[in-house]
């Protein structure tokens, strides 16, 4: 049982999986980090308010802090970005390309 173990840990899939999540962590800190320190003070100036992540209302002594919400959106919208266009889209074209491959070499052999 402990050797089928070592081998699910060492096979390429688990360590690549393993890799990616600690590099997909890594880049919503950073990404995290650009809205927080970079785009929303950027808003904020635009709009006249001095932190835009310090935005909030109160109801009944219950803070409501919709700055940190709009935070977290431009952060998942920004990651959700990268993800597309620098995973999704050239992963659909690679398989677009080898279907097209695959037609034309079975029309090129008759089958």
Do not use: W
């Not at 089928?4 to 962590?25: E, P, S, W, Y």
């Not at 320190?37 to 635009?46: C, F, G, K, Q, W």
């Not at 709009?47 to 959106?73: E, H, K, V």
């Not at 992963?91 to 034309?104: G, Y």
């Amino acid at each position: 049982m402990n050797t089928g173990f070592k081998q699910f840990l060492l096979r390429g899939n688990v360590i690549d999986l393993a890799v990616a999540v600690v590099v997909g962590g890594a880049f919503g800190t950073v990404v995290s980090a650009l809205v927080k320190d970079l785009l929303t003070p950027l808003i904020a100036a635009i709009g006249g308010q001095p932190d835009f992540s310090a935005l909030a209302f109160t109801i009944r002594g219950s803070r409501f802090a919709y700055g940190d919400f709009i935070n977290a959106i431009l952060s998942f919208l920004i990651v959700s970005a990268v993800v597309y266009y620098l995973v999704i889209l050239p992963i659909n074209l690679v398989v677009e390309r080898s279907k097209k491959d695959a037609s034309v070499s079975k029309i090129r052999t008759g089958s």
